[in-house]
């Protein structure tokens, strides 16, 4: 094998590639990047057995052929590369890398031992780039973390017809975001639960193309994979099995209280008072006509209060948050306004975004959250 290509092009596709190589393979060989040189075109491909990622690129390919070399030793040595096209060539049993001055020889690793990749199912849609990124992250926020619990490590994506609807929780807080897209058969029905690190992570990756495909794999084509594409980069990752929680019914419809406040002001005074607050300990929320008040800290500890100005529809309310939680929701509404909704101080509250304090609700995104109960 021997080709060339410029180094910017292959930092940038072994970083990529090599970003979800396991840091403790079971195998040797998972730790390795897979390098295929072929007619002009040069693909990476990396595989864990969960989720494999490939990414192709032009390169000048004097004589084609596969290599197996170490991801991460790849990754470092490319992008400390002079910016000087660079060389590739197998030299027996290793890997000569040229780029100006610098020379690397790198063992490799037995291409026979490496699994094959599993295929990319058959598309089922495409989606904006940018706004499938943005989506993803305003849920995967509250995805859980507690791998005892592996369904709700994931973010449930639920297609119907041109809607896609995202959906995360960890029991504490809930996330859904609606969305449209374009579906290759009209009145498309599919449902998987895709782990909400590998989803995040692929999405942003993804997010510089203008569309990324989505292909859901159906009964006897790979059933139980996700795949997505774009800008000539491909991912496909095992879905998550177990029952999501049913949360249309969680998210209530009638309110007994409803509060406006002007978003970056409200997240200042959450994360100035809130640095008074013991791990676990929550923030204190009083809505009053034309203002709201937060608290933390009680008896002998330190405490905080500050006042924001505020637009209450309905009753005045005493509600307490986890401030992590209330600001994961703030910074997830990407609005200028934020408005919280109420039925009672022990049960959750909506929060949801606005671009006005006169506007109506945006219902695409909408994030219910838990309060804490005060003692007494």
């Not at 075109?41 to 969960?50: A, I, M, R």
């Not at 494999?52 to 197996?68: C, H, I, K, N």
């Not at 800290?297 to 009753?315: F, I, K």
Request: proline residues 6%; glycine residues 8%; hydrophobic residues 45%.
């Amino acid at each position: 094998m021997k080709f060339r290509v410029e180094r910017d092009v292959l930092a940038e596709a072994v970083a990529w590639a090599a970003r979800s190589l396991p840091a403790r393979p079971p195998v040797p060989v998972l730790a390795g990047l897979l390098l295929a040189a072929d007619e002009g075109k040069l693909s990476l491909s990396g595989f864990d057995y969960e989720v494999s990622a490939r990414v192709e690129t032009e390169a000048d390919v004097d004589e084609p052929g596969t290599v197996l070399v170490s991801g991460r030793m790849l990754a470092d040595i490319a992008k400390s590369l002079p910016n000087r096209p660079v060389e590739i060539s197998t030299d027996g049993v290793r890997v000569v890398l040229v780029c100006g001055s610098s020379r690397f020889t790198l063992p490799t690793l037995p291409v026979e031992e490496y699994p094959a990749l599993p295929q990319m199912p058959t598309v089922s849609g495409v989606i904006p780039g940018e706004a499938f990124a943005a989506a993803v992250a305003q849920v995967a926020v509250a995805a859980g973390r507690d791998d005892t619990l592996p369904v709700l490590t994931g973010v449930r994506v639920e297609i119907e017809g041109d809607r896609v609807t995202l959906a995360a929780t960890d029991r504490y807080r809930f996330a859904v975001r609606e969305l449209l897209w374009k579906p290759e058969q009209p009145g498309l029905s599919a449902v998987a639960l895709v782990p909400a690190k590998t989803l995040l992570d692929t999405a942003r990756s993804l997010s510089a193309g203008d569309v990324v495909s989505i292909a859901l794999a159906g009964s006897g084509r790979g059933e139980g994979l996700i795949g997505f594409e774009g800008a000539g980069r491909r991912t496909t990752t095992r879905l998550l099995e177990g029952e999501f929680p049913k949360f249309r019914a969680l998210f209530p419809t009638e309110f007994n209280s409803v509060a406006t406040i002007e978003t970056q002001p409200f997240v200042d005074a959450v994360k100035r008072v809130s640095l008074v607050a013991e791990r676990n300990t929550p923030v204190r929320l009083n809505f009053e006509q034309g203002v709201l008040s937060l608290e933390a800290g009680s008896g002998d500890d330190a405490q905080a209060t500050e006042r924001v100005d505020a637009v209450l529809e309905g009753d005045d309310i005493s509600i307490a948050f986890n401030p992590a939680y209330l600001l994961d929701g703030l910074s997830a509404i990407d609005s200028a306004v934020a408005q919280l909704s109420f039925t009672t101080s022990t049960k959750p509250a909506l929060l949801s975004g606005k671009h006005a304090v006169d506007a109506e609700a945006d219902d695409a995104y909408k994030y219910l959250i838990m309060p804490v109960r005060l003692s007494g």
